[in-house]
């Protein structure tokens, strides 16, 4: 495995354990999943693996590629750079709690994911590490536990304000299924896709650090406190139903009503294309 034997590289030891997770796609559910509603993505085939040790006080990182990701040797337990190995970073920090103070870790990367694609790869990267520092220690893990310590290290420490849906895609997403989240309840189901997917690079790079998803995430949350203070029961975007929209809508900016709109009747939509796919109708479906 190309980690593991990076990893020989450049430690000069065998590696404690090694795990890998798979970007992902998400089919329909945009920008609903941190307003509680439904997402229906799909793991890639593409994986990245993630080899660690034990390096007492210190947190190294390395990748393959270092043109584009140089290695890092930072004090354990580490601190937000900016850099790409940030999400590694604080997937290995959240993942060894309690006794952080007294951990280290070393890194190495191997990843067929695309970076800056739109296909998670921060998330798959997180979920790797997370796994294998639970085996390295010897920790039972879920993919739930899982999500949630790789959702942490994306929010709090590498500070994206994302929703929990590439983290748990990555994490328990079957494989040749679409994974159902509600992201509400964070209930999972698989969904059959019964058609074959391809995956085509648009050339568009994606940064989740970037201040548009940012604002844009600011902004629905602005529209949700305007309207639970005027109606306590829409306590999420979601809960909004479609036949109030428009009285909704009216109460709100120009900007922030096309934000609600589109939270309330993209999570319709998906549903829909779940119940679609689950009743053998993948034109329905729209393919």
């Known amino acids: ?11 000069g030891l065998e590696p404690a354990a090694v795990a890998s997770a798979p970007g992902r796609v998400n089919l329909i559910g945009e920008h609903v999943d941190y307003h509680g509603g439904h997402v229906l993505p799909v793991a890639t085939t593409e994986r990245t693996a993630v080899a660690v040790g034990h390096v007492p006080g210190r ?13 890092v040797d930072a004090p354990w337990p580490p601190a ?3 850099n790409w190995w940030d999400y590694p970073a604080g997937a290995a920090l959240f993942a060894c709690e309690p006794g952080a103070a007294d951990g280290g870790f070393g890194v190495a ?10 296909v ?25 536990l899982l999500a949630r310590i790789a959702h942490r290290a994306e929010t709090e420490f590498v500070g994206v304000p994302c929703g929990m849906m590439d983290q748990l895609a990555s994490a328990a997403a079957p494989p040749r299924q679409g994974l159902l989240i509600n992201c509400a309840t964070l209930e999972c189901s698989a969904v059959d896709v019964p058609v074959d997917l391809v995956l085509a690079d648009s050339g568009e790079r994606h940064d989740l650090r970037a201040g548009g ?11 949700q406190a305007t309207l639970t203070a005027r109606w306590p029961a829409f ?24 934000r609600v709109r589109h939270v309330v009747n993209e999570n319709q939509r998906t549903r829909l ?12 479906f729209g393919v």
Not at 236 to 255: G, H, Y
């Open 235 to 258: 306590v999420k975007l979601v809960d909004i139903p479609p036949a109030r929209l428009q009285e909704a809508c009216a109460v709100l900016s120009p900007v922030l009503a096309k």
């Open 80 to 82: 937000r750079s900016g």
């Open 273 to 284: 294309a779940a119940r679609a796919l689950q009743s053998g109708d993948p034109e329905a």
């Open 120 to 144: 998670s790869s921060s998330a798959a990267l997180e979920v790797a590490t997370a796994a294998a520092v639970h085996a390295a220690d010897r920790v039972h893990s879920t993919p739930d």
């Open 213 to 223: 998803y940012a604002e844009r995430r600011r902004e629905g949350d602005e529209a």
């Open 1 to 11: 495995m190309r980690a593991a034997a990076l990893f020989r590289r450049t430690f």
């Open 59 to 71: 947190f190294r990182a390395v990748a393959e590629h270092p043109e584009r990701f140089p290695a």
């Open 109 to 118: 990367v191997a990843s067929d994911v695309p970076v800056g694609a739109g």
